[in-house]
């Protein structure tokens, strides 16, 4: 595991909480306010960063999501853009772990070795790359292995039977559980089916266990990340960023109005203490 | 590879799904376990008597299998060459391809216990072609389609609707068949256990491509019989249309060991591949990952993809299956390709030649047949896939053949 993320998971232990990740597009909805946004996501006490690198065809994210990544390549995102913001996130935030998501098209354009040697130079922790299950390992997860970076898999609801063991096998830094059939953003799961999938995968694994996909509010983020070791939020954060679009905020207006939602989420999960 | 793997282009995919360095199976986690699934479910049907049993009494009785091959006399009098033959497949019920692999899927999906049905379309074509099996068989049908397509293919979202379907137009993206394909998949993650999707075309995770592959190999089988039953002889050339190419690989895949058969691949150039308005992913496009495959992309240098360009909704994908892809890189087949303006007057010929109005897809193929033909001897044979008819798009065509004075 990363040592970032190794640091934030004990931190977040020993405070007796889960942790917070938050899912941002890079460039959403342009670069200027995209760094903003990451700087006040640190500062309102978010433990774990997601970046997006946006793709034209997400095919596993709903509507939000897919709106952010086109605004993101509408501003001009790219892939090398992406690594830029995040290098210049991890020189104002040595300590708060950078994790890369996105698809494998853009990456596989770039590179696959070039892409590896650049995204750790900019300094992150790990990838979360959606359409390169275990039987694509040899693709990124393999070449991967020599790298600093985790290779974070995706755990599903229809993953939790026999393929379990197997798609574990290579993950590395922390277990993603979706905790939904579905695409992120859409419906919400039920706490009992998140609270025996997270002990499922406990078996299984050593690795710390992080629940996304459906947690819209600050009450839920905090009993879904009390159940395992954290509790990422995406859709909730990037449609507060589609808004401030629309109404044509400053970076500095948007970049608050964010960290203004984190802030209620990482203090509600900082509140919360298991039952 | 060993050594019959290289006397033979018919041993592909590997069981990694991979044709060389195309296809794969580059999906979300959530869709793994379903199309594994498929793929056992797949791989039990196909040499199952009585599926294949099952199959083939709906393509006798229900489709009308087999298809004429009809030598077009006046064509190739006109095109003054190669002797033209033309694969009737607009004969089919539906009056396309489609069905061959919809009825395939259909009924794997009741052999798996399925009762609801997944599919993406572009013209409306598989869309329609799936509604009917839908019918046929008691399932649930509910399709997705581009916002923009529904607007511009109204007879075919009427057809699906009366035929029991649920049409989903859709606004995501750019909107366009790509979208509806993103979106297909997307309802597919959100609903595992009760629904089975029918990829419309030889492209998508494996086993799509050889499952859709296999089903319209029908056409190609019985061209090759119906030939030596004619003529006594295979052809000396194969044309097809291709947008994600399963038409084309129907026709070619029964043929791909008679090496002595030239093979042409016809893309849409749209307004020519120079103005960058084209859905040639072959001529003008490069190798990438998209809707769970590697293939030749249309796609920009950071590999976001661009939105394809072609007067036929059917051709109009920035993808192309993988197996062409790979057919394309070993040098098997041949991939050419034909403007929006060749092929409209090819739809007008061969409406007056022939009384056969084609659809904009094989259009693009007799663009090609049009210039190649000329070039060979009167004593050589061309088959030719027409794939489907034309009276979907004579909204689309009448005004712009009016135009160009060809009324």
């Not at chain 1, 941002?24 to 978010?46: M, R």
């Not at chain 2, 004969?91 to 919809?102: D, P, Q, R």
């Not at chain 2, 607007?151 to 009366?162: A, G």
Request: glycine residues 10%.
């Amino acid at each position: 595991m990363s040592k970032r993320l190794a640091a934030s998971f004990a931190k977040a232990k020993q405070e007796n909480r889960g942790i917070l990740g938050i899912f941002v597009s890079a460039g959403d909805p342009d670069t200027n306010t995209s760094i903003k946004i990451l700087d006040g996501l640190v500062e309102s006490g978010v433990d774990m960063i997601e970046l997006g690198m946006p793709f034209s065809d997400p095919m596993a994210d709903g509507p939000a999501i897919q709106a952010a990544s086109l605004r993101a390549i509408k501003s001009g995102m790219t892939l090398r853009g992406s690594l830029e913001i995040a290098s210049q996130f991890r020189k104002k935030h040595a300590d708060t772990p950078l994790i890369l998501m996105g698809y494998y098209n853009p990456i596989y354009r770039y590179g696959v070795e070039l892409f590896l040697k650049d995204a750790q130079a900019a300094g992150a922790d790990g990838l979360i790359i959606v359409d390169l299950p275990p039987e694509e390992d040899v693709e990124l997860c393999n070449p991967s292995q020599n790298s600093e970076l985790d290779f974070i898999r995706l755990i599903t609801p229809t993953t939790l039977g026999d393929r379990l063991p197997h798609v574990l096998e290579k993950a590395s830094g922390f277990i993603y559980y979706v905790s939904i059939a579905g695409i992120t953003g859409t419906k919400s799961a039920q706490m009992e089916s998140i609270s025996s999938a997270v002990n499922r995968i406990k078996q299984v694994s050593d690795l710390p266990v992080v629940t996304g996909f459906g947690i819209r509010t600050a009450e839920q983020a905090a009993h879904i990340a009390s159940l395992g070791d954290g509790a990422i939020v995406g859709s909730a954060v990037v449609e507060i960023i589609a808004e401030s679009d629309t109404q044509n905020l400053s970076a500095e207006d948007t970049a608050r109005k964010v960290s203004d939602f984190t802030k209620l989420l990482a203090d509600a999960i900082s509140a919360h203490k298991p039952e | 590879m060993n050594e019959t793997q290289l006397n033979s282009f018919k041993t592909m995919p590997d069981e990694n799904g991979r044709f060389g360095i195309h296809g794969g199976r580059f999906v979300a986690e959530t869709l793994m376990p379903l199309i594994l699934q498929v793929e056992a479910a797949y791989n039990e049907a196909k040499t199952d008597p009585d599926f294949n049993a099952e199959l083939l009494y709906f393509q006798k009785h229900y489709v009308g299998r087999p298809s004429p091959l009809y030598f077009a006399e006046r064509l190739t009098e006109h095109y003054g060459g190669a002797k033209l033959y033309l694969k009737r497949d607009e004969l089919n019920h539906t009056g396309a391809h489609k069905i061959n692999n919809v009825l395939g899927q259909a009924l794997l999906a009741k052999k798996m216990g399925k009762t609801k049905i997944i599919a993406e379309t572009g013209a409306g074509q598989h869309g329609v072609a799936t509604a009917t099996a839908c019918a046929l068989f008691n399932l649930e049908c509910e399709v997705f389609m581009g916002a923009e397509d529904v607007k511009r293919q109204k007879p075919n979202v009427d057809r699906m609707r009366l035929l029991g379907a649920t049409v989903h137009p859709v606004t995501s993206g750019t909107s366009t068949l790509k979208d509806a394909m993103n979106e297909a998949l997307r309802y597919w993650v959100a609903h595992p256990d009760t629904h089975f999707y029918i990829i419309g075309t030889v492209a998508g995770p494996h086993p799509y491509p050889e499952m859709v592959r296999n089903f319209q190999s029908v056409i190609g089988t019985e061209a090759k019989e119906q030939l030596f039953e004619a003529e006594g002889r295979l052809p000396d050339a194969l044309i097809a249309c291709i947008g994600g190419g399963s038409n084309a690989l129907g026709l070619f895949h029964p043929f791909l060991d008679d090496t002595d058969v030239t093979i042409y691949g016809v893309e849409a150039a749209g307004l020519g591949i120079d103005s960058g308005m084209h859905a040639a992913s072959l001529t003008g496009g490069t190798p990438g990952v998209l809707h769970g495959n590697r293939t030749y992309l249309l796609q920009n240098d950071d590999g976001q993809i661009i939105d394809a360009h072609s007067i036929s909704a059917g051709l109009d994908y920035p993808g192309i299956g993988p197996e062409h892809s790979w057919l394309h890189d070993i040098g098997r087949v041949h991939y050419v390709s034909a403007t929006d303006e060749e092929a409209l007057v090819q739809f007008q010929l061969c409406s007056r030649l022939e009384g056969i109005i084609p659809a904009l897809e094989p259009s693009h193929a007799l663009a090609f047949a049009a210039k190649q033909l000329p070039l060979m001897d009167k004593e050589q044979i061309v088959i030719l896939n027409m794939c489907g008819r034309g009276d979907k798009d004579l909204e689309a065509v009448l005004p712009k053949l009016d135009e160009r004075g060809l009324l």
